[in-house]
């Protein structure tokens, strides 16, 4: 039978090495089997099927208690019992269990129960190459002559690899030199070893010693290898004698130069090593005693000193011979000479006595204050005892002298404490001899400070920002200032300066670290910036003071929710916009005004539609506040609308609020009236002024056709002025917007009474419109209408209304009202000049469409009054 092998660490299941061999040996040994598998296999691996190599039936296993058996303290293998698979249960290290014998195997028996059984088996491991080649030390060293000849054979030592066959050590190698080759030997047992062999002699004055690498490599695939540094020392041998740098040397030395003085060194090389190359100095024999009584040679640096006293009228050049020999068996020897010229000297400095000092000095004191007095001596003769003093330049002190060799320290500038507190003046006296002798005394100077600074801080102004709704009582700014005098003239301190009113109550300082507390809690849209001085001020005499400016701005956080302008949510009467049924999609109703009282981001407000009594039938302009019709309004749609918007900020956190808009869905406004009388308040005062209103309309009707008439001969001559100033407004494809822009119109409607807007318009914008109610009256046909002109972005506007007029009879089929935007004619309902079908001329001469920059139309065709060809209304002027 064939049993399987599996290698370790992801090898592929091998072919069992061995045949099954079935022999009986007694009623219970039935089999031999022979298996081979890699050592270091994995826990698990399976070596063969043991349970289809010897035939048993793998469901009767259970039952009959197969179990492996080996030798040992260790079970390296057991019987997966569910496929019957033989598996390595023990980590097998070849090396290990049979170190360099080969082949190595493994015995085990296999016992079976019920009936009893038992078959043994042999597994053969196989060798991996898992062992690197080892030195016995990482590092060799060798000692050769430079003498010893060409040829010669230095034997080293081998390295040991575990492995066995072809993974054992095959081979050396050495790194490349010019001296040295490698011969790999063979022992009788198959082992390699290696011998140095010198190909080229050594010479240790060329390279005392050299460095190779010995590399040891198995036959594994890939090789693994050891390496070994040899290092080789190259031995002396005595060839060279010793040589001078210079065959004479040259010196001077001073007369009464004391004992020990170095007069020159000398010095020789020897390219020999140890011995060979060491080097002894000596006087050689013809030097004169005298010459040895007055130097001295250190035999192993070479230096000559002074050993006598030298007199330069005694002698003035020695000639010394000296030799340096090496400690060779055979020494070499050189030879050189040393001349010493002795040299007449000044031997004599002066001296100085410092005789008063006086310090310290006011930084204030005037030039020409004595600081110190001093003397000069020198016991020196002739030009060696004339002596001149001096300082160092740079400082703002002088020397002066009224009598022989007495000198006086004076201050020869402004002395300034801040710059430098003290001066170490140092005092140097020279002699006239050759060369001259000198003296130095070093005069200690301290300055007193004076109050001439006043303090100064690191800036002129600062700039602080503080958080609205601050805490009270939290430090918001440390004022730093210096002063560089010195003591109570340099002690600061700190005071607010009370140029405002409110300053001192709002801030505090600390009058010894200058730290500006905020004593109550701001608010930014009550004040967004405060300016105080803060003054510093030292602690001298008189005291001197710097004023520093303060700047402290109020940081804006999101404290105010959006304030709804329009429609007003304290108002206690409804008045609801009006949409005719039919009104296509995109049709803006009304508008939302609201302002938060916050900046920038915290004043942004986003308009949603939180609530509505139909969600498809409006929708809401999300930055305008703008409510559109989302669709075509049916004649099914709810009469009345109740919309809920919900405005927020952008401020963190988010604040909002929420503003409530009624809108009917009317015919004719005399439909919306008779229901906001309905829900009028029974006690208006204004019921009662039914007869005068209708005696109004009575005679302002009689006055409209007249003036209708008057209009219309006018519009005659206009007509054609009008439609060339169109034209060419309408060929100007692009135009800049100038610094005015226009507001159309004034939508007339049902609001309180003295209803103010802030009007923003954006600089693109060349039309807007802007929705205005007047007040619910007593006559259901009152109106007002009214225009606004040369709007400017970013100012505020009033609406004011101007003029009324009445409405046309009820019975007429067409009203002679013009429409506003995506609305019936209805009676009460007017529009303004210029907002008609035809085009009346903006400012600047430029004519305006009634289709608006929004590209809306108007609703039906033009009434009385207003052309279909741009023509000018009765309102146009």
Known sequence: MNGVAVRSRGVTTGQVLSLLLLFG????????????????????????????DLALDLGRLPGRRLRVVSGGNKKYFGVDLTSGALLVSERIDREELCGALSPC???????????????????????????????????????????????????????????????????????????FALDVQTRVDGSKYAELVLEKELDREEQKELNLVLTALDGGSPPRSAHVQIHIDVVDANDNAPVFNQSTYKASVRENTPSGTLVARISAYDLDDGPNGDIVYS??????????ELFALDSATGELRVKGQLDYEEAKLYEIYLQAKDKGVVPGVAHCKVLVEVVDVNDNAPEVTVTSVYSPVPEDAAPGTVVALLSVTDS????????????????????????????????????????????????????????????????????SDVNDNAPKSSQDSYDVYVLENNMPGIPILNVSATDPDLGRNAHLSYALLQGDSTVGH????????????????????????????????????????????VSVFVTDVNDNAPTVLYPHPNSSATYPDVVAPGTPAGHMVTKVVAVDADAGYNAWISYTLLQATDPSLFSVGLHNGDIFTARQLREDDAPQHTLVI?????????????????????????????????????????????????????????????????????????????????????????????????I??????????????????????????????????????GSRQSTIRNGEPGLYHQIVGTASRLPAPAEQA???????????????????????????????????TAAGADGRGWGKPPPLGHSADNSPGPGCQ
């Open 744 to 781: 159309d119109a004034v939508r007339g409607g049902f609001t309180p009474p003295n209803f103010y807007h802030q009007v923003y318009l954006t600089t693109d914008s060349r039309q807007s419109d802007l929705l205005c109610k007047k007040p619910f009256t007593s006559s259901p046909l």
């Open 506 to 549: 709002l801030f505090s300082i600390n009058r010894e670290n200058g730290t500006l507390y905020l004593l109550t809690s701001l608010d930014y849209e009550d004040q967004v910036e405060f300016s105080m001085m803060v003054q510093v001020q030292d602690g001298g005499f008189p005291p001197l003071a710097t004023n520093v400016s």
């Open 105 to 179: 195997s493994l015995s085990f028996e296999i016992v079976v129960e019920n009936p009893l059984e038992l078959y043994s088996g042999t597994v053969e491991i196989q060798d991996i190459n898992d062992n690197d080649p080892v030195f016995p030390s990482s590092q060799a060293r060798l000692e050769i002559s430079e003498s010893v000849a060409a040829g010669a054979r230095f034997p080293l030592e081998s390295a040991q690899d575990p492995d066995v066959g072809i993974n054992s050590l095959q081979t050396y190698q050495l790194s490349a030199n010019p001296n």
């Open 25 to 52: 040996v007694s009623d219970w040994v039935s089999a031999a089997i022979r298996y081979a598998i890699p050592e270091e296999a994995r826990r698990g691996s399976a070596v063969g099927n043991v349970v289809a």
């Open 646 to 742: 919900l405005l927020k900020d952008h401020g963190e956190p988010v604040l909002s609020t929420t503003a409530t808009v009624s809108i009917s869905v009317a015919e004719m406004v005399k439909e919306v009236l008779t229901d906001l009388a309905d829900v009028a308040p029974a006690n208006d005062p204004r019921k009662h002024v039914t007869f005068y209103l209708i005696l109004a309309v009575i005679l302002v009707s009689a006055a409209f056709f007249i003036t209708m008439l008057s209009v219309g001969i006018f519009k005659c001559y206009k007509w054609r002025q009008s439609k060339e100033l169109f034209n060419s407004s309408r060929s100007t494809t692009y135009r800049t917007p100038g610094p005015f822009h226009h």
């Open 814 to 848: 067409e009203p002679e009202l013009p429409l506003l935007p995506g609305r019936q004619a209805a009676a009460g309902w007017q529009t303004l000049p210029g907002a008609g079908a035809g085009a009346c001329p903006g400012p600047g001469g430029a004519a305006r």
């Open 283 to 292: 006087f050689s024999s013809h030097t004169p005693a005298k010459v040895r």
């Open 380 to 447: 020196d003769s002739h030009d060696n005892g004339q002596v001149n003093c001096f300082i160092s330049p740079g400082i703002p002190f002088m020397l002066s002298s009224s009598l022989k060799n007495y000198y006086t320290l004076k201050t020869e500038g402004a002395l300034d404490r801040e710059k430098a507190s003290e001066y170490n003046i140092t005092i140097t006296a020279k002699d006239s001899g050759s060369p001259p002798l000198s003296a130095v005394k070093h005069i200690l100077v301290q300055v």
